[in-house]
């Protein structure tokens, strides 16, 4: 068998109503089925989303996980990235859909770029699936032209990345260890670490689809007294201890910023107290 050339990673947690139009999606792509390597991890879902998975029938070959016992995101995902072996990889949550030419592009870029390069990114659709409504991704945050090239404190200052758009390099994302899974969440840190180190692309070209649902994590992570919070926290304290500038602790003192008063409105108050604490101590060193 030939080694293929990207590596498809889709975990599932009760999406049982939205993963086959994933996984067809990925069938769909303008790209040699050859070169596709797709390995779908279903984490112990509650749904009968296992049910859906054991009658799949793609068109493209797939390997197969289910889990007895839930492991959680982080750690699912590094035992994906184990049993993978391309040498670009994608996070494709079970809810998001790529647009027929998402590999060619984002593919192609990479391999035209040099090993400083780790990961290229997009501009996707985000479809409110409760109201039908559909916006580009790019006119919801502060960076109307988005950063490429060096990355890191503009990364740590406004979050502006749709995250199910990147397509890492194997390689790089080896390097820096995948993804942490001491965290609830893994996109603001695995990009964080990459950046530090590596440069990022980005096409202006929407290449994705990403469902906005009451139940997936982006919705979990604002919720009143999100845990997941406590993860985001966690990431600034490493990016204190990354940091080499005055203006990458400049910017990290304005993303703490904005995290005290998301954090006053969820009602996570001791974590607010952290934040506070983290933004005086980067205001002193920037």
């Given at each position: ?13 009760n999406?049982?109503?939205t ?7 990925v069938?769909?792509?303008?790209f ?7 390995i ?5 879902s509650?749904?009968?989303?296992s ?34 072996h ?6 494709l949550?079970a ?8 590999l ?7 391999e ?19 109201v ?11 960076y109307?032209k ?42 603001f ?43 985001t926290?966690?990431?600034?304290k ?5 940091n ?20 006053i ?22």
């Amino acid at each position: 068998m030939n080694t293929p050339k990207v590596s498809i990673i889709c975990i599932s947690y009760n999406q049982a109503n939205t993963i086959q139009q994933t996984l067809l999606s990925v069938a769909n792509q303008n790209f040699k089925k050859e070169e596709i390597e797709l390995i779908i991890v279903d984490d112990a879902s509650k749904d009968y989303t296992s049910t859906i998975l054991k009658q799949l029938q793609l068109p493209i070959p797939y390997q197969l996980v289910i889990h007895q016992e839930n492991k959680g995101y982080c750690k699912t995902f590094n035992e994906g990235l184990h049993l993978s072996h391309g040498r670009f990889i994608i996070d494709l949550a079970a809810d998001d859909l790529l647009h027929p030419d998402f590999l060619q592009i984002a593919v192609n870029r990479l391999e035209e770029s040099n090993d400083k390069v780790a990961a290229h990114y997009c501009d996707a659709f985000l479809l409110d699936i409760n109201v039908n409504e559909k916006i580009l991704h790019s006119e919801q945050t502060k960076y109307k032209k988005r950063p490429e090239g060096t990355i890191y404190k503009e990364l740590i200052q406004h979050y502006f990345i749709c995250s199910p758009t990147v397509l890492f390099k194997r390689k790089h994302l080896i390097e820096v260890g995948g993804y942490d899974e001491n965290l609830m969440y893994e996109d603001f840190d695995i990009q964080i670490r990459l950046a530090r180190k590596f440069d990022f692309l980005y096409t202006p070209k929407p290449l994705l689809t990403k469902q906005i649902l009451k139940l997936n994590m982006s919705a979990r992570q604002v919720s009143w007294r999100s845990p997941y919070q406590y993860s985001t926290y966690v990431v600034c304290k490493k990016i204190q201890k990354m940091n080499l500038t005055k203006d990458e602790h400049k910017a990290l003192f304005w993303r703490c910023f904005y995290e005290i008063k998301k954090n006053i409105q969820l009602g996570n108050f001791k974590l607010t107290l952290q934040y506070t604490l983290l933004a005086f101590q980067s205001y002193l060193k920037s």
